[in-house]
């Protein structure tokens, strides 16, 4: 039997058909290259926004316009190679405000930036060929948080990045504070004294999570005993100087953390009012919270953190107004106008 030749048509036929696959399979090709374009895009521009809401929000409490221009100026000149340009820019101070919708907090920047794409099938289909990209960032202050010295500082009494010398008792600017510790958060006598200065890290305990607005017990019976062991339990060896651990930063007027595992570093309380209370068991209300650097620094190059005896015994820290470094375990509040609280930016949007 004659074996029968497909017809020039048939030929026609199936030559159409591969060509109409072929099309299909290079337009999916082309979908899924210019979707993961988008997304290398999409995340380029995500790190823009993020960066300018940082550098803004590091501005926002000084001034908005300013806050605005430095926004601005790391979404586009700092970061030109994303190629970005900024479609929202949005500063708050204290109120709060919208972004594209979106709630923006208090003392906060909120930047959305896009850029252009060649989106041929994109445009085809309906779907747009702008990418962009959003970020809010925010001023925040700090509300509560442990591992602190069992010593207090009246905010109202104490300049940033100077030394102040007190007796664990009580004076004007200082004083000790019977500092709720371990699993109960309890105070349990004079051993805790020594075991919260060292503070867990250095083989104590930590003091716990006080928020700002709660009250805390002082005391005046702390024993030099217990204050000189848990200082050179703590300290040992260490010779870190004051500029060792903290730089001062002239354009935020606040003090930039060099050495965030220095047992020198420490943290104390603020408290509310003019003078520290004058007895012990009276109440403390905590307004914030300070850095403090822990020795005496015109007693180089050992920095002794006590000096004298009896009534001439002095505890020798210097509280600084400083940012948060992003390892210390923190409970954030809303930012204040005029408080020496430890300050913080980060995103939250």
Known sequence: MKQQRPSSREHGQTLVLTILVMLVLLGFAAIVMEGGNSFLIRRDLQGTADVAAMAGAQRVTVDRSEAQATAAEYATSQNSDAGATVNTLVATGASTGTCNGRNVPRYSVCVRVQKQQSNLFGTLLGTGN????????????????????????????????????????????????????????????????????????????????????????TQTGVTSGNLNHGFDARL?????????????????????ILLPDSPRLGLVPLAE?????????????????????????????TYPALSGSGSGL????TPVQALLPDTWDTNFMDYEEGSSNIVAYRLVD
């Open 130 to 217: 702008q990418v962009r990209a959003q970020a809010t960032a925010t001023a925040s202050m700090v509300r509560s948080m442990g591992g602190w010295l069992p010593f207090g500082v009246v905010e109202a009494q104490f300049t940033s990045g100077t030394q102040i010398s007190f007796r664990p008792g009580s004076v004007s600017a200082a004083g000790s504070i019977n500092a709720p510790a371990g699993d109960s958060c309890s105070f349990y006598g004079g051993n805790g004294v020594r075991d919260v200065i060292m503070s867990k890290k250095f083989g104590g305990v930590d003091a716990c999570h006080i928020d700002v607005g709660d009250t805390i017990e």
């Open 314 to 317: 002095r505890i020798h820290l």
């Open 236 to 256: 040992g060896s260490n010779r870190d100087s004051f500029d060792d651990v903290f730089r001062f930063d002239a354009e935020s007027g606040r003090y930039v």
């Open 273 to 301: 009012g003019t003078t520290w209370p004058l007895s012990g068991g009276a109440e403390m209300e905590v307004s914030g919270y300070a850095f403090a650097y822990i020795g005496n620094r015109s007693n180089a190059p």
